[in-house]
Nanobody, 120 residues
Framework: QVQLVESGGGLVQAGGSLRLSCAAS????????MGWHRQAPGKQRELVAS???????NYASPVKGRFTISRDNAKNAVYLQMSNLKPEDTAVYYC??????????????WGQGTQVTVSS
């Protein structure tokens, strides 16, 4: 069984910063891609940022230059440093990892979600 636990969300004023963390635990053999997605009320879930096992990063246009994704393979963790936050960044943020479990194929696993609210 694999579990992803997120932390770091909260309420912040526009222009402020937050750091999200997500750590995986369980019978993990390997972790390939890691990423953060978000879902605002009434909208579809969208990719915010991703990082490959080799460290290649990708950002959605609205967050480029403001958000930084990083990973710590030794800790099975991914982070999202968010700066210069805007009200339109308000959403539930979810981490996702492509995880290989011992004895099985790779599957996508999701965190439980953490609320980020940016006030104007």
């Amino acid at each position: 069984q694999v579990q992803l636990v997120e932390s770091g969300g909260g309420l912040v004023q526009a222009g402020g910063s937050l750091r999200l963390s997500c750590a995986a635990s369980g019978n993990i053999y390997s972790i390939n891609g890691m990423g953060w997605h978000r879902q605002a009320p009434g909208k579809q879930r969208e990719l915010v940022a991703s990082v490959s096992r080799g460290g290649t990063v990708n950002y959605a246009s609205p967050v480029k230059g403001r958000f930084t994704i990083s990973r710590d393979n030794a800790k099975n963790a991914v982070y999202l440093q968010m700066s210069n936050l805007k009200p339109e960044d308000t959403a539930v943020y979810y981490c996702k990892m492509r995880i290989g479990v011992v004895g099985t194929n790779e599957y996508d696993y999701w965190g439980q979600g953490t609320q980020v609210t940016v006030s104007s």
